[in-house]
């Protein structure tokens, strides 16, 4: 192999921060990144298998891993055969990590969606999660530094920015005056008027603020695209999660944007089989999925990860973890089988990748004629939906 080839795995902002490494490692050769997750016990054992295939495909390569398991499992896989070298998580972005030179020079963009990574790391102590352990308390960046990210991303022709973090809407909580998350967003309408598409990557929806919201409702740039991270559908496990909003406030938060965009299309993170989890408490899980009328379901079944609170709880059955994620994915299938239905016959702009296909601004996947150039924005009128593509 001559060029590197960065491997990621889990969230959007490691697709974003992978980016950044490739850029990095532009001059390097024989490397191999896994960009690891481990948000899950079964996302540490996909970085394992990545792991190993990367060595197998790359047996001459030097492997080097980064990301969360980097430092939650820092030991586990240093261990392996397999792997050269560990890069902290924290410092993956930091040249000198790598031993290249801090001004080595950025690749071009993709020309299509640009993943601008306006904050990093979580102060909140959620029961089920470890990922304040890989990434460290929250850091945001400044409104200008967002500023110059941006423009770097539309000067490279991409038409569409995705702001993404690890808990975006804290974004500001560290600067000074503290200031909310809607203000970044709208500086970064204002400053790019050019800008076709603003995307938001998953938001707590407890801390959507004013401005935010009434942006999600009015902005015609802001894609009609709210991805929550919900997590549950029962309050009482909710509470045991040590989440900070209820079943309500999602709802309201829903209806209050469908009813001045009707177009809005929700999407949530969900885990199946939360500890004391009873049959009850899943059916609320299960009918959160049809009040918000989820289209873009991330379902997750639950795993105990060491060291967290929710490992210590009484487990749901693994057996039973399985099945109730199965009905989850279910009901999603079903409430966007519905929804993909409703959209045949009507007119959406749609941005191609490189995969003849393309996506609305409410995220639905549409295929495109041959020969579309990925980047371009086209206006499309699916007529049939064949696999959950619109076509």
């Known amino acids: ?15 974003s921060e992978s980016e950044r ?4 490692l532009a001059g390097e050769t024989g490397v191999v990144v896994v960009n690891s ?40 896989l240093a261990a392996m055969p397999e792997v050269d070298g560990l890069v902290e998580n924290t410092a993956k972005l930091d040249p000198r990590a790598w031993n290249v030179p801090e001004s080595a020079p950025p690749r071009p963009a993709s020309r299509t969606r640009a993943f ?11 029961t089920f999660c470890v990922i304040p352990q890989g990434r460290g308390p929250s850091r945001s960046l400044s409104i200008a530094e967002v500023l110059r990210e941006v423009e770097r991303h539309i000067d490279q022709g991409a038409p569409e920015v995705v702001l993404t973090g690890v808990d975006v809407t804290s974004w500001g909580h560290d600067l000074p005056d503290r200031p909310a998350l809607g203000t970044m967003v709208q500086a970064v309408l204002d400053a790019f008027p050019q800008l076709p598409r603003l995307r938001m990557s998953s938001l707590d929806g407890i801390e959507i603020d004013p ?13 009609p695209h709210l991805h929550l991270s919900l997590q549950h559908g029962h309050d009482l496990i909710l509470k045991r999660m040590k989440r900070r909003h209820s079943r309500a406030d999602a709802i309201a938060l829903v209806e209050r944007l469908k009813a001045r965009r009707p177009e809005m299309a929700i999407g949530a993170d969900l885990i ?30 639950y795993s105990p990860r060491p060291g967290t609170p929710a490992a210590r709880m009484p487990q749901t059955g693994r057996a039973t973890v399985k099945q109730r994620a199965a009905d989850l994915r279910g009901d999603v299938a079903a409430v966007r089988t519905r ?15 490189r995969d003849g296909t393309g996506y609305a601004p409410n995220f639905a996947r549409i295929a495109l004629p041959e020969g579309t150039p990925a980047g371009s924005i086209v206006t499309i009128t699916p007529q049939t939906v064949e696999e959950g593509l619109l076509k």
């Open 1 to 15: 192999m001559n060029a590197p080839e960065v491997i990621s795995l889990g969230c959007r902002l490691n697709i």
């Open 21 to 24: 490494i490739r850029d990095m």
């Open 37 to 76: 997750c481990a948000v899950t016990s079964e996302a540490v054992r996909q970085t394992r298998q990545a792991i190993r295939r990367a060595r197998r495909a790359n047996p001459d390569a030097r492997l080097l891993v980064t990301g969360c398991a980097a430092d939650i499992e820092r030991e586990q």
């Open 116 to 126: 601008v990574t306006v904050q990093n790391g979580c102060d909140h102590a959620c």
């Open 211 to 223: 401005l935010l919201e009434e942006l999600f409702a009015q902005e015609p740039r802001v894609m």
């Open 272 to 301: 199946a089989g939360f500890p004391t989890e009873g049959d009850a408490m899943h059916a609320e899980n299960r009918s959160i999925i049809h009040a918000l009328d989820i289209v873009h379901g991330h379902i997750f079944p």
């Open 339 to 353: 929804w993909l239905d409703g959209l045949r016959g009507q007119s959406m702009d749609v941005l191609a990748e």
